[in-house]
T-cell receptor, first 115, second 112 residues
């Protein structure tokens, strides 16, 4: 995927540690979305951000999870005090706008494993 | 209640054996229906957007169609490289903002 870049691709953390996932959108895209995917489950929306603003965080757990998309640099999804249930693949997507005529383009994800 | 349901969950085909995947949705006020392809260990790759009933889009061996409550992804004479999980997603307005909801996908395996 020449567009959306996510890193790291794999992240291992012990219970109680913090996980930071980074996402650089496609060039020219200012809309960023984070999703979580569990085995046998569909992609679940977490949060939608534009530069310096959280637009919709209705899918994000109220505790321990936060997201930002600063004026400069990548978008960050932060998970504090990780628990085993946080193990999943986290995908970032970006688009030119939030309207349906501009599809979301995805990165290859970060696979988070909690020991 | 799932808003987007894909069937079957898994499908095995022989090379050259055409078939269809189904995506049904219950949301109202559809803004767009999207098909993606996802390979193992990769992110979803955008294939098509459909906006209104009767619309069709084609790309190589794939053709997507849309009715009022469902979409079909037709695969004609598939090849082993078409093996992947195909995801359907619908975009609609909820609470004043655009929402995109994904189905769980259909895992397609094409045997040579």
């Amino acid at each position: 995927n020449a567009g959306v870049m996510q890193n790291p691709r794999h992240l291992v953390r012990r219970r109680g540690q913090e996980a930071r996932l980074r996402c650089s959108p496609m060039k020219g895209h200012s809309h960023v979305y984070w999703y979580r995917q569990l085995p046998e489950e569909g992609l679940k929306f977490m949060v939608y951000l534009q530069k310096e603003n959280i637009i919709d965080e209705s899918g994000m757990p109220k505790e321990r999870f936060s997201a930002e998309f600063p004026k400069e640099g990548p978008s960050i999804l932060r998970i504090q005090q990780v628990v085993r249930g946080d193990s999943a693949a986290y995908f970032c997507a970006s688009s030119l706008s939030s309207y349906s005529n501009q599809p979301q383009h995805f990165g290859d994800g970060t696979r988070l494993s909690i020991l | 209640e799932d808003q987007v349901t894909q069937s079957p969950e898994a499908l095995r085909l022989q090379e050259g054996e055409s078939s269809s995947l189904n995506c049904s949705y219950t949301v109202s006020g559809l803004r767009g229906l999207f098909w993606y392809r996802q390979d193992p260990g990769k992110g979803p790759e955008f294939l098509f957007t459909l906006y209104s009933a009767g619309e069709e889009k084609e790309k190589e061996r794939l053709k997507a169609t849309l009715t009022k409550k469902e979409s079909f992804l037709h695969i004609t004479a598939p090849k082993p490289e078409d093996s992947a999980t195909y995801l359907c997603a619908v975009q609609f307005i909820q609470g004043g903002s655009e929402k995109l909801v994904f189905g769980k996908g259909t895992k397609l395996t094409v045997n040579p």
